[in-house]
């Protein structure tokens, strides 16, 4: 134990030392506040208003196409039924399957 130069009886020895004290200061109080600054003209503020507006133009033209699609898919299921619905008459045998719309005649 005496090679050794941390033994308790080194320790004991050595002299100590005082601890380290740290003033704190107290915060000063903020200052008064900065007048409000126009912002400086940011010239990507404009180029997003036009990114805006071109962004609704084709939300309302997806919105159109998607109508369109809607209206021509209700149509083609009523054509297909309605075809459906004939040639299983004729293939029931049936005459005068396909209804024939006539306009009304005007009285004499």
């Known amino acids: 134990m005496t090679g050794e130069p941390n033994t308790r009886r080194d320790r004991d020895s050595e002299p100590r030392r005082e601890a380290r004290i740290i003033p ?3 915060r000063t109080p ?3 506040p900065k007048p409000h600054e126009p912002p400086l003209a940011d010239p990507m503020r404009r180029l997003e208003k036009d990114e805006d507006r071109r962004r609704m133009q084709q ?3 997806a919105a159109l196409v998607l109508i369109v699609l809607l209206v021509a898919g209700a149509w083609l299921i009523d054509r297909l039924r309605t075809s459906a ?9 049936h005459r005068n399957c396909i209804p024939v719309e006539q306009e009304p005649r005007p009285p004499r």
């Open 24 to 26: 704190f200061r107290p």
């Open 30 to 32: 903020p200052s008064k």
């Open 59 to 61: 939300n309302a033209a």
């Open 85 to 93: 619905r004939v040639l299983a008459c004729i293939e029931a045998g």
